[in-house]
């Protein structure tokens, strides 16, 4: 009888040690995420994502609470069902940490009616079917296209002069897609500070074109780095 006991609680202890192993590099590496989400912008611009990984931590945290002291009272099945749950979703919101913010803000958009936000500033879809944005650049006033499918925002050759950059300090050793089948040569260049209206954007990392015509666009980066935004039919609302 006592060795019964003894085994038992060897397997129990066994098992909260590997709770530990498991869930606590977990419970770490989802709170690390989170933190450089929140304090290095830089790396990561997506706060739906910081978002998200806030609430993986505290998913981990719940599941190795109950591997640890409620394993010894429940069905073994269950629980073991419940073990990589925590894995599966950091899987998932890494992964797709795109596509799971975009179903957020749809649902967000459904649940909360207009009234609730603040108005937010509105650009109204332009007659070539597209948003513009005016945004000041060290003091110069810069029109943007918006196109929320290119990967990077776009400046045209001719700006970097006009907001202060050295155009021979540019290097053009990027191939680039400005447009279906159409490559050109890029230089990476980083604006410390962008105002649109009354919100400023830090560290907006664009690339300079070499040739191109199509115009300043902003891109999904832009997007990533502003406090929430949303389409209503022809407005685009930023807020």
Known sequence: M???VRAAWLRVGM???????????????AWTLAAVSALAPTFSHNRLLMALLLVLAGAGALVLAIRIFVRDRAGRSSLDTLYPIAGILVAIGVGFHQEVGAIARGIFDYVMPSGAMSEGMRFARADDGQFHVRLMV????????????????????????????????????????VAAGTMEYAADVVLPKVQLDSTTIDNLAVKVVATSRRGNVLGKPFFEQLKSWRIDGDALIIY
């Open 2 to 4: 006592r060795r019964a």
């Open 15 to 29: 098992e909260r040690k590997l709770a530990l192993w498991v869930g606590v590099p977990f419970v770490g590496v």
């Open 138 to 177: 060290e003091g110069s006033t810069v029109d943007f296209m918006v196109d929320l499918e290119s990967p990077f925002n776009v400046l045209m050759p001719e700006v970097p002069k006009q907001i202060g950059i050295n155009p021979s300090s540019l290097t053009y050793d990027q191939r680039i897609e």
